[in-house]
C-alpha cells in the first residue's frame, strides 16, 4: 500500500471514530431547543473541560501557532502570557450567569445582556457581530483542515475534498447531536490534540537537536533576537513592546467574552462543575509550551519555509516518519480544527436563531420550530462558510483580528451588567456601537495608531467613556428589574 | 439610589471579601507583570532554564501559579461549604 493510503486510512479511522461519538452523544438529553443548544444544563467536569480546551484551541494550535514561533520568535509568547488570567474572570462571574440562565431560560450570551438592558437592539447587534466574527472563523478552520489532507497525502485528496470530508462529519453530528456532540466529540479531539502536542513537542527538539536545551543554544548563537519578547513583527522587524502588551490586555479582556465559550456557562451541571472547569482549564493551556517549541524546532533545521504556517507539516513530512505517525498527525490536526468548527457552527446556528431572527422578527416562535431552524442553519451555514472558504480568497486573518477586537467590546457590557446599577439601555447600546466604531476606525486607517497598540483598546477605552456618560445622562432604569442582575 | 455599584455581595463574610480581593487583585498583578513596563525585566533568552528562555520559564512559572492560586480558593470554598467543617482553615490562622 502506497504511504499516502496508510496516512489515509489512519485518518479515517479517526474521523469514523469522531463521528460515532458524535451521533452516541445525544442519547439521554431531551430533545427541545434547551437540550441542543445547552445539554439541559447537565455537563459535568469532564466534557465541559474538554469542550473549553478544546473550542478553544483550533487549528492555529498546529498551523499557526509553531508559524508565530517559528518566524516571529517570542512574538508567540504573548499567546502564553494572556492565558496566566486565562477563564478566571469566569470564576467570579460564571454562577451568577448560570444562575440567571436558570432562572430566565437562556442559552445564548446575548439574550442576557438583552434582557439586562431591555433591548432588542443589543440583541441584533451582538448577533451580527457573533456572526460576522463566527464566519472568519469557521472558514479558517475549514481551510486548516482541507490544507492537512491535501499536505499530508503528498496531493492525493486535494483540499476541497478533505475540507468537505473533515466538515461532512462535523455537519452530521452537530445536525444530530448538538451541543452533546460538541461535548463528546471534543473530548476525544482534546485528548488527541494533547497528546499530540506533548508528543511532537518534546520529540522533534529531540530528533533535531538532542534536547530542548540544545535547540534553543543553536538558535541563540544564530537568531538571538528570536528568544527575547517582544520578538519579531510580521515582516521579521522587531516588534514593539506597545503592540505585544496590547495584544495580551485586549486578549485578556476578549478571552472569556467569545460567544461561543460565554454559552458555555449555561451548561453546567452546577456551580461547583463550573468553577472546577475554570481551575483546572489552564493544564489544558500549558499545552501551548509544546507547540511553540516545534515552531522553534524548525528555526535552524529548516530555514526559509514560507508561509510560516507549513513549518509543522513540513517537518513531520520530510523526517521520514512511519506513515502511521503522519496519519496520525493528521488526524490531530484536524481534531484541534474540527473541535472548534463544531463548536463555532453550533454557536452560530443558535445564535442566528434565538438573538436575531426570534428577537427581531419572530418573538412567538415555538420550542419545536427553533430546534427545527437552527439545524437548517447548521447545514446552511456550514454550506456558506464551506463555499467561501474554497472559492474566495478573502484575507481571514484580518477579518479574524478585527473580530478580537469587536470581541472585547462585550467586557465593558458584562462589567456594568453585573457591577454597575447604574448602567442604562442607551448607556449600553452607544458604549457598545462606540466601542466597535473606533476598533473599525483604528483598523481601517493604521496611520493614527500608536506605538502599535491593538485597535480593540481604543474601542474598550471609547466604549467605556461613552457607555459611562450616557448612562449618567439618562434616566436609571427600574430597580427591581436590576436588582435581578446586580450583585448586592 | 438604593441599588449600589458592587464587586462582591455585601452577603459575603469579612473573610471571603478578603479572599476574593486579594485574588482579584492577584490575577490584576499575573497580568501586569506580562506586559510592559515589567516583563521587559524578565524576557530575556539567558538563563535557559529547564532548557527554556528564561522569559517563556517566567511566563510558565506565573501560569503555573496562577493555576494553583485559583485552585487553592476553590479547595478552599469547598471546606468552607462541606457541613461538618467546624471552622474554615483561614479563620484558623488567626
Redesign the interface.
Known amino acids: 500500500m502506497p504511504e499516502w493510503m496508510v496516512v489515509f486510512a489512519v485518518t479515517c479511522s479517526y474521523l469514523v471514530l469522531s463521528l460515532l461519538v458524535g451521533l452516541l452523544s445525544s442519547r439521554g438529553t431531551s430533545s427541545s431547543t434547551e437540550g441542543w443548544v445547552a445539554g439541559d444544563r447537565s455537563l459535568g467536569f469532564v466534557i465541559l473541560y474538554f469542550i473549553m480546551g478544546a473550542s478553544i484551541f483550533s487549528a492555529f494550535a498546529f498551523l499557526g501557532g509553531p508559524g508565530w514561533a517559528y518566524s516571529r520568535g517570542a512574538a508567540c509568547f504573548y499567546i502564553i502570557a494572556y492565558g496566566t488570567v486565562g477563564l478566571a474572570p469566569w470564576y467570579f462571574f460564571g454562577p451568577r450567569v448560570a444562575a440567571l440562565g436558570r432562572e430566565n431560560g437562556y442559552v445564548t450570551q446575548a439574550e442576557l445582556f438583552a434582557d439586562r438592558f431591555q433591548s432588542r437592539g443589543i440583541s441584533g447587534v451582538l448577533a451580527v457581530v457573533s456572526l460576522a466574527a463566527f464566519l472568519p472563523y469557521l472558514m479558517l478552520q475549514m481551510s486548516g483542515a482541507g490544507y492537512v489532507f491535501e499536505v499530508l497525502t503528498k496531493g492525493h485528496v486535494p483540499f476541497w475534498a478533505g475540507a468537505a470530508l473533515a466538515y461532512g462529519v462535523v455537519l452530521i453530528y452537530v445536525f444530530q447531536s448538538g451541543l452533546m456532540g460538541v461535548g463528546w466529540t471534543n473530548t476525544l479531539q482534546g485528548i488527541f490534540m494533547m497528546g499530540l502536542a506533548w508528543g511532537l513537542g518534546l520529540y522533534l527538539p529531540h530528533r533535531l537537536y538532542g534536547g530542548v536545551g540544545p535547540m534553543f543554544e543553536q538558535i541563540l548563537r544564530k537568531a538571538p533576537q528570536m528568544l527575547s519578547a517582544p520578538g519579531l513583527g510580521p515582516g521579521g522587524e522587531p516588534w514593539s513592546w506597545g503592540a505585544f502588551s496590547s495584544s495580551i490586555l485586549v486578549s485578556v479582556i476578549g478571552f472569556s467574552m467569545w460567544p461561543h465559550y460565554f454559552m458555555k456557562m449555561y451548561t453546567a451541571r452546577d456551580d461547583r462543575t463550573l468553577k472546577r472547569t475554570v481551575v483546572w482549564y489552564p493544564t489544558f493551556q500549558i499545552f501551548l509550551i509544546p507547540i511553540m517549541l516545534i515552531g522553534f524546532s524548525g528555526v535552524i533545521a529548516f530555514p526559509g519555509v514560507k508561509p510560516a504556517d507549513e513549518i509543522l507539516p513540513t517537518i513531520v513530512t520530510s523526517i521520514g516518519l512511519s506513515p502511521v505517525i503522519v496519519g496520525l498527525f493528521c488526524a490531530g490536526a484536524l481534531a484541534a480544527s474540527m473541535s472548534t468548527g463544531d463548536a463555532l457552527l453550533h454557536a452560530s446556528a443558535s445564535v442566528a436563531v434565538k438573538d436575531f431572527w426570534k428577537v427581531l422578527f419572530e418573538p412567538d416562535m415555538d420550542d419545536r420550530s427553533e430546534r427545527t431552524v437552527m439545524r437548517v442553519l447548521v447545514v446552511l451555514i456550514g454550506a456558506l462558510a464551506y463555499v467561501l472558504a474554497i472559492v474566495a480568497h478573502v484575507s481571514l486573518v484580518k477579518l479574524l483580528l478585527i473580530g478580537y477586537g469587536f470581541i472585547a467590546q462585550i467586557a465593558p457590557l458584562a462589567c456594568a451588567t453585573f457591577f454597575w446599577p447604574r448602567t442604562t439601555r442607551q448607556g449600553a447600546l452607544w458604549g457598545l456601537m462606540a466601542g466597535f466604531a473606533v476598533t473599525v476606525l483604528f483598523n481601517l486607517v493604521p496611520a493614527i495608531d500608536w506605538q502599535g497598540i491593538h485597535p480593540g483598546i481604543y474601542g474598550v477605552v471609547a466604549n467605556v467613556v461613552v457607555l459611562v456618560l450616557v448612562s449618567l445622562a439618562t434616566r436609571p432604569m427600574d430597580e427591581a428589574h436590576v436588582a435581578r442582575f446586580v450583585v448586592q | 439610589?438604593?441599588?449600589?455599584?458592587?464587586?462582591?455581595?455585601?452577603k459575603l463574610t469579612r473573610t471571603e471579601r478578603l479572599v476574593?480581593g486579594a485574588v482579584?487583585v492577584f490575577?490584576i498583578l499575573?497580568?501586569l507583570v506580562?506586559?510592559?513596563p515589567i516583563?521587559?525585566y524578565f524576557?530575556?533568552?539567558?538563563p535557559?532554564v529547564?532548557?527554556?528562555?528564561f522569559?517563556?520559564f517566567f511566563?510558565?512559572v506565573?501560569?503555573?501559579v496562577?493555576?494553583s492560586a485559583?485552585?487553592a480558593?476553590?479547595l478552599w470554598?469547598?471546606r468552607r461549604e462541606r457541613p461538618d467543617s467546624r471552622s474554615s482553615p483561614a479563620e484558623e490562622r488567626r
Not at chain 2, 43 to 46: D, G, P, Q, R, V
Not at chain 2, 50 to 53: A, Q, S
Open positions: 439610589m438604593r441599588l449600589k455599584p458592587r464587586i462582591f455581595s455585601s476574593y482579584t490575577f499575573s497580568c506580562t506586559i510592559w516583563y521587559p524576557s530575556h533568552a539567558l535557559l529547564l532548557g527554556l528562555p522569559g517563556l511566563l510558565a506565573v501560569l503555573v496562577s493555576f485559583l485552585l480558593v476553590y470554598e469547598g
